[in-house]
């Protein structure tokens, strides 16, 4: 059984570090089973197809409803499948239009909305060794480096493929973090960079934050909907599309939030097992996370609800309180302490 | 007589898709380890570049320990003699072992010349020197990661490579061993330590 991190004296040092690095590189066997991180990269392509066919399909349907309901409140049942018709067809082609800025654009979309600032390597010469330490480990192009100037403490990686890849740190976690935990931080990230969670996490955040805005706008819109055309007859069907439109407009983001965040659980504990299979340090990362635990700070101007499920840690500090308790269906993050206990499990 | 015929054209389809498959992947693999290894030889040739300087820091505070400066010198040298000659693992075999065993001595030259910086405060209070031993400490972290990635690498090939049916390709068309590259002695297997402030 892994000790609780309350018995542990203070964090792992230097010494323990070193001693434990050449017996413990043969024991690390990162990933369950036969699972290997290339098996991770084509469950992260096929997800991430199905996430956009299901997204095109669930903006196809409230295309569909929200035309149909219209067509209804105004020129009656007859107008019923043309206009559905037309209303899926526009609703493809703005899904479509959607998915290729998403794919193009949604790194920098989510960089900025961070408000994460590109840095150079003059500006902090050890972070870039660090990062260019991992992703050599990991075999794979050096990402551009962000920095986000808070004082809270985390960090993430987006982009849609390795090449294209971005990793971002908090000021305030670059400022608290030994070398060692610094290199566990940006191996964790380069984990997601290999595994390719961040092309997932990257369509997950924009796409999902698209049924939002569209279900939103579906409401503002059924509200101002013309009500003097609605004819008797058509009253029944008028109340079915209805509450199809409602159930739509309720069910869409919470179908959204649910994915996006039950996926990415599993998803921090194989990148934190990714990150030692990398590092071959389990203490580093443990102990950064342990400072990351400990700190009450929450992201406020960084991050949203779109995006919380990128960071390494839960940047929403209520969030963050209740699944520390219970591994709940809402969070997005495995509770903190699970993640070390597994991490120390790896020094033995 | 013509289904004959067919049917074996049909298999002989199949088999020739299969083949260049399987080739196609140990040509993969192989470039694989290729790219892992000129990943290791940028750093290494960083490295090299790098001691010169630390040498001639050194120096001005502890010129007197000659013995550690010199040893630390030659090392490097040796090192670049026999990254000049051995070159890659695509060359004669044993190549990688011999980088192996000089990049290793450099290692260990390396490890003594910074433990006995310990004992100067003014050479550790120098900003230069600093940099130099983050630069040195990064290098060092790199080649060991771009050699675990390297050998990685080469254990993928090497099992394609050794097992059937990749054997019979790999016979037929003259796939050649890749050489992991190891260090044995257990003073240098363990990463260098350099303390971080």
């Given amino acids: ?348 | 007589m013509l289904w004959i015929a067919l049917g074996v054209a049909a298999l002989f389809v199949v088999l020739l898709v299969v083949v260049i498959g399987l080739y196609n992947g140990l040509v993969r693999k192989r470039v694989d380890c290729d790219n892992a290894w000129s990943q290791i030889d940028v750093q290494l040739k960083r490295r090299h570049d790098l001691i010169p300087n630390l040498v001639e820091t050194v120096k001005g505070y502890a010129g007197h320990e000659r013995g550690t400066l010199e040893a630390v010198i030659a090392a490097r040298n040796q090192a670049v003699t026999v990254a000049g000659s051995a070159g890659s693992p695509a060359g004669a075999p044993g190549a990688v072992a011999e980088r192996a065993a000089a990049e290793g001595a450099l290692s260990s030259a390396l490890g003594r010349l910074f433990a006995l910086s310990e004992a100067y405060p003014d050479l550790k209070a120098n900003t230069n020197f600093a940099q130099l031993q983050e630069e040195l400490t990064s290098t060092e972290n790199k080649v060991g990661f771009s050699r675990q990635h390297y050998n990685d690498c080469v254990g993928r090939y090497e099992e394609t490579r050794q097992t059937f049916p990749t054997a019979i390709i790999a016979g037929v068309f003259n796939f050649g061993p890749r050489e992991y590259f190891t260090v044995d002695v257990a003073e240098q297997r363990e990463a260098p330590k350099v303390s971080f402030k």
């Fill in chain 1, 1 to 348: 059984m892994p000790p609780g991190h309350a018995d542990r004296p203070g964090p792992p040092g230097l010494a323990s570090d070193a001693a434990l690095r050449g017996p413990l590189a043969d024991k690390v066997r990162a990933y369950p089973g036969t699972l290997t991180y290339l098996d991770l990269i084509r469950r992260n392509k096929r997800q991430s197809a199905l996430l956009v066919l299901g997204m095109l399909l669930l903006i196809a349907l409230l295309g569909a409803v929200l035309a149909a309901a219209l067509a209804i409140s105004g020129a009656g049942p007859d107008a019923l499948v043309p206009s559905a018709l037309l209303g899926i067809l526009a609703a493809l082609v703005v899904g479509g239009l959607t998915t290729l800025w998403s794919w193009y654009g949604g790194a920098g979309a989510i960089l900025r909305m961070s408000g994460a600032r590109p840095i150079a390597p003059a500006d902090d010469p050890e972070l870039f060794n660090v990062v260019d330490e991992v992703r050599l480990a990991a075999g794979l192009p050096m990402p551009a480096v962000y920095l986000i100037d808070e004082s809270a403490l985390n960090a993430f990686a987006t982009g849609r493929d390795p090449a294209h890849a971005a990793v971002a740190i908090t000021s305030g976690l670059r400022a608290r973090l030994t070398r060692d935990e610094l290199q566990g931080v940006m191996a964790h990230e380069m984990a997601h960079v290999r595994h390719l969670d961040i092309r997932f996490a990257m369509l997950m955040a924009t796409l999902a934050g698209l049924i939002v805005f569209a279900s939103d706008a579906f409401w503002r819109i059924l509200r101002h909907a013309p009500r003097a055309g609605r004819r008797k007859e058509g009253g029944a069907i008028v109340i079915v599309l209805l509450v199809a439109a409602v159930l739509l407009a309720i069910l869409a983001p919470i179908v959204a939030r649910l994915i996006q965040m039950s996926y990415s659980r599993q998803r921090e504990f194989l990148a934190d097992a990714g990150a030692v299979e990398l590092t071959r340090n389990p203490l580093g990362l443990a102990s950064a996370l342990e400072k990351l635990a400990a700190d009450a700070d929450p992201l406020v101007n960084a991050a949203n609800r779109g995006t919380a499920h990128l960071f390494i840690v839960n940047p929403l500090r209520r969030m963050r309180e209740a699944h520390q308790r219970l591994n709940t269906m809402f969070s997005s993050h495995p509770p903190v302490q699970d993640r070390i206990a597994r991490l120390l499990a790896l020094t033995r």
